[in-house]
């Protein structure tokens, strides 16, 4: 059994990196704002199933082989990136007017799996989860208190649990603000823009990642 007070310090450290800006994050809010509440938070359990992933993959050792073989880190990080790029190139070719309008009834909502789907592969194909576990957990996990995967999965639940209750606020602020824009059209323009550039610069940051 890890001890409170190193779980306190891992706490802090999944806190900081989910409030920092990166494609779940950015996943959400716009989901949020283009379809609401409803669909932010089933976006949200995509998200959340692949911290899952990323966390039996730590658990289990997998995490690593992506470090120890470059091709592979590779491969995933370039998926990630193509990704990125084409929710931006999406961003930019969406219907500005549109957007923030959830009660237009002529706006094409996703259906649940889908929205369910895209969360899920959102966080899967990003680099910056596996790095954050494969970089933290060791730290943590120490032979003195147990066995080393039920340390794992003690340090994912901690960091599962900050994640979707951050992430939540962030879904229903999120789906408030759409009237808001939805009134003032041209911070519609502004948001669309500002939207595509950050997951572009994301994607140039991530393909110049280095493993390590």
Wanted: glycine share 6%; charged share 10%; hydrophobic share 55%.
């Amino acid at each position: 059994m890890i001890p409170l007070h190193e779980l306190l310090v891992f706490a802090l450290a999944s806190l900081i990196m989910v409030l920092s800006p990166g494609p779940n994050m950015i996943y959400l809010i716009s989901r949020s704002l283009s379809q609401g509440k409803q669909a932010g938070i089933i976006s949200l359990f995509g998200v959340i199933c692949g911290f899952l992933f990323h966390i039996l993959m730590v658990s289990f050792g997998l995490t690593a082989i992506f470090f120890a073989v470059p091709y592979a880190f590779i491969v995933v990080k370039f998926l990630g990136v193509g990704y990125l790029l084409y929710l931006a190139y999406n961003t930019v070719k969406s219907d500005g007017n549109k957007i923030f309008d959830t009660k237009n009834h002529n706006l094409k909502k996703d259906n649940p799996f889908k929205l369910f789907n895209i969360g899920f592969l959102t966080n899967i194909l990003n680099p910056k989860m596996a790095l954050f576990y494969l970089s933290f957990f060791p730290q943590f996990i120490k032979p003195e208190y147990g066995s080393i995967l039920s340390q794992s999965f003690q340090l994912g639940i901690v960091q599962i649990i900050i994640s979707f209750c951050i992430n939540f606020l962030i879904v229903i602020s999120a789906a408030k603000m759409a009237s808001w824009f939805a009134k003032n059209p041209i911070w519609v323009r502004v948001q669309k823009w500002f939207m595509a550039s950050v997951l572009s610069g994301l994607a140039v940051k991530i393909a110049f990642a280095k493993a390590k």
